[in-house]
């Protein structure tokens, strides 16, 4: 059984169809790149997953519920993924070390130490221990983002989903967030990552799915999608990607 | 300007026998005050909840919210004063026998009350409601991500920084609410404004009570924007500029 | 409890000349309080010091009194002043509802000139240089350029304020005048019909407010979609 899969699934804003028939599949502890232009659903689709974003057709299963039904208790399957999101999100009035425990206390249920002991361990496997006590005011974008990182794993997810994790980081702090990505992808994590690093598909993705205006134009292994793309846009999409 | 001062006034007897006039003024205050505390806390939490009602997705209570808000908004207070204390009563007869039986002071204190209480909520609704909003949509979806309820996610997430971000409007409303509760004299309640003019009436100083009475608003007005500005201190954000900043 | 309509109909003509004075007392304290307000809002902004202390002075204690204080002091004050003026051996008899024009024309205007301020710095610098530039005046680029932008621009909050200063009117009850809570007042305890008068009363300025209210919003998004 697939960790997350998508069957047909079709969304509109309005008048405007957004996602147009998407059927993939992740599975577990398989690590997918989903990469297009800006405006192609990718955002959106990785949004369906854990119903931050409602889709009108089609289903997604996630570890065997169904996301669209209406009787799937959806804080229970949000907390058992993890997210991160392009402009981090951390939540602005509490410590770094208050962000990681607030949905491990309030929504797993754990005792404030266990909670705290757990927040502890994540943050110095991503480096920021020492910044525990302050403010995510306080710290750089790429420290934020790792901070992020942490907070989506203290749930201990079955699967993380990242979009864009990076687009918003100046370049000097890409790598500090992608090497933990790697780490954990290397741990045999199950990832879905919306981003245009495409060192960090070829390092680590096992697959690469493509969307252009909200279709899934290529779904292919890592080596076929970087050997070659079979769709023209896709070849067009790499070569303006590649060439910087 | 022919004027006779006597700022001696304030310590002359009433005619009430007993009391000197000064403390005619401060027993006033002591009800305008009394008034403003107690309608303060009702308007922060009906304010609170209409404001987050108008933010849900959910149709009905967004509505509902905003019929509050229209409702409260376009009626003048003091017209809402009369149906508070002569109006509504005359539709719940528990609440006519009671205010019949007792000390009017407490009947008009009651009306007061929920009068400056829940026309100010309609007021702060709206700064909530702008104060929710301000907010990145990321920050709804993250708690939501996390397996956080809708309520977790107000209560934890969105709430404690719209209200951080709205202290500057929540200051000035909170002063509104104490100018507006000279509006309870038109019911009887003996507060400082009433208390001012009774000064004048019964001693001719107008100038003097009036004066008396400003410079008591005018301080609390300036004490309220003090302690207004040390919570906004003890809760802003570390690395974060923009917290209660807003206001210009 | 029975309600009784026909004491409003038979009470809708001394209504009516209630209703007017209130309409007329919001429309000549909107003007006048414009005016004043525009004034002081460009000494707040002037480059003379003791202007700017005395206009901000006035303003933010016409601020932190409350309108039925404001009511009272002028009440007190106004006859004292046309003494003065006219050199009168006693107050002149000035009544309540002229007192209440004088006393809303001076209160709005504190608040008409922070939206006018706030409407004047909103305008860039570049406007201000660009007309001394084309060696203007003060007072010509005050009134040829930027004044008549700022107005445009906060129309829509001189209007919200209007709204307001049209409820806030019904406040002359405290000194006896006969706007339309007044008059309606006077009908009330007259024929112990507080529930319907004020109901009605109540009825009439929800509708219209509400409806004021929307156009004020309409006309709001014409603008932004006009800039």
Redesign the interface.
């Known amino acids: 059984m697939p960790m997350i899969e998508f069957k047909s699934v079709n969304k509109w804003y309005g008048g405007f169809q957004v996602l147009r028939d998407c059927t993939t599949k992740v599975e577990k502890g398989e690590v997918v790149v989903v990469c297009g232009p800006s405006g192609s659903g990718k955002s959106t689709l990785i949004k369906c997953v854990n119903a931050l974003e409602p889709f009108q057709q089609g289903e997604i299963i996630v570890n065997g519920q169904s996301v669209g039904d209406k009787t799937t208790n959806l804080p229970r399957l949000r907390s058992q993924i993890g997210m991160v999101f392009q402009h981090f999100e951390l939540f602005p009035h509490m410590t770094v070390l208050e962000n990681l425990n607030l949905a491990q206390v309030k929504v797993l249920g754990r005792g404030a130490d266990e909670a705290a002991e757990k927040s502890q361990m994540l943050l110095k496997r991503v480096g920021m221990l020492d910044h525990a006590p302050k403010f995510p005011g306080q710290l750089s974008g790429g420290q934020q983002q790792r901070v992020a990182i942490a907070r989506g794993l203290a749930m201990d997810p079955i699967a993380m989903l990242f979009d864009e994790p990076t687009s918003a980081l100046d370049p000097e702090m890409i790598n500090e967030v992608l090497d933990v990505m790697v780490e954990l992808a290397h741990e045999g994590m199950t990832m879905m990552c919306v981003t245009h690093e495409m060192g960090f598909a070829r390092k680590v993705a096992h697959r690469v799915i493509f969307m252009d205006r909200g279709e899934i134009v290529e779904d292919a292994t890592k080596d076929e999608f970087f050997g070659t793309p079979r769709s023209e846009r896709a070849q067009l999409f790499l070569s303006k990607i590649l060439q910087h | 300007m022919n004027y006779n001062w006597n700022w001696g006034v304030f310590f002359q007897e009433t005619p009430e026998g007993g009391t000197l006039y000064w403390e005619m003024l401060v027993s006033g205050l002591g009800w305008t005050l009394a008034v403003s505390v107690v309608a303060w806390l009702i308007a922060m939490i009906v304010g609170a909840v209409i404001g987050t009602l108008r933010t849900l997705d959910s149709k009905a209570p967004a509505l509902f919210g905003h019929a509050w808000v229209e409702l409260f908004r376009n009626i003048p207070l003091l017209v809402q004063m009369f149906l508070w204390y002569f109006v509504i009563p005359e539709f719940v007869p528990p609440l006519k026998r009671w205010m019949v039986n007792t000390d009017p002071v407490y009947a008009q204190f009651l009306a007061a009350v929920l009068c400056l209480g829940l026309f100010t909520s309609a007021r702060i609704a709206e700064q909530v409601r702008a104060g929710i909003q301000s907010l990145p949509r990321g920050q709804r979806l993250a708690g939501s991500a996390l397996g956080l309820t809708t309520w977790q996610t107000y209560r934890y997430v969105l709430l404690p920084m719209a209200f951080r971000i709205i202290i500057p409007p929540l200051t000035s409303e909170t002063m509104n609410l104490i100018k507006n509760s000279s509006i309870a004299l038109t019911i009887g309640l003996a507060e400082l404004t009433f208390r001012a003019r009774e000064l004048g009436e019964y001693t001719f100083s107008f100038f003097e009570a009036f004066t008396a009475a400003t410079m008591v608003y005018v301080i609390i007005s300036m004490s309220a924007n003090r302690v207004m500005a040390w919570v906004e201190r003890r809760v802003a954000v570390p690395g974060l500029i923009a917290a209660g900043g807003g206001g210009h | 409890?029975n309600f009784d309509l026909t004491i409003i109909v038979n009470a809708l003509p001394y209504l009516w000349k209630g209703f007017q004075y209130t309409l007329e007392l919001t429309a000549i304290a909107a003007a006048g309080g414009l005016f004043f307000g525009t004034l002081l809002a460009l000494a707040r902004l002037s480059s003379i010091h003791a202007l700017q202390m005395v206009a901000a002075g006035y303003v933010n204690?016409m601020r932190?009194?409350?309108?039925?204080?404001v009511i009272?002091?002028f009440f007190?004050l106004v006859p004292?002043?046309l003494?003065?003026i006219t050199g009168a051996t006693r107050p002149p008899q000035v009544g309540a509802e002229r007192t209440a024009i004088i006393t809303f024309i001076m209160f709005e205007a504190a608040y008409f000139c922070e939206i006018m301020r706030?409407g004047i710095q909103s305008i860039p610098r570049g406007q201000i240089f660009s007309s001394y530039a084309l060696g203007l005046t003060y007072s010509q680029t005050m009134r040829l350029v930027i004044l008549p932008q700022a107005f445009r621009n906060m129309l829509p909050v001189l209007l919200t304020q209007t709204i307001i200063l049209f409820?806030?009117t019904?406040?002359v009850?405290?000194i006896s005048a006969t706007d339309f809570?007044g008059a309606a007042?006077k009908v009330a305890q007259r024929d112990s019909k507080?529930?319907e008068m004020?109901?009605f009363?109540?009825l009439v300025?929800?509708t219209l407010?509400?409806s004021l209210?929307l156009a004020v919003k309409q006309l709001q998004q014409k603008i932004a979609v006009i800039r």
Do not use: G, K, T
């Not at chain 3, 932190?64 to 204080?69: A, Q, T």
């Open positions: 409890m204690l932190s009194i409350p309108l039925v204080l009272f002091w007190f004292l002043i003494q003065a706030a409820q806030d019904s406040l009850y405290v809570v007042a507080l529930v004020y109901l009363v109540a300025y929800f407010c509400f209210s």
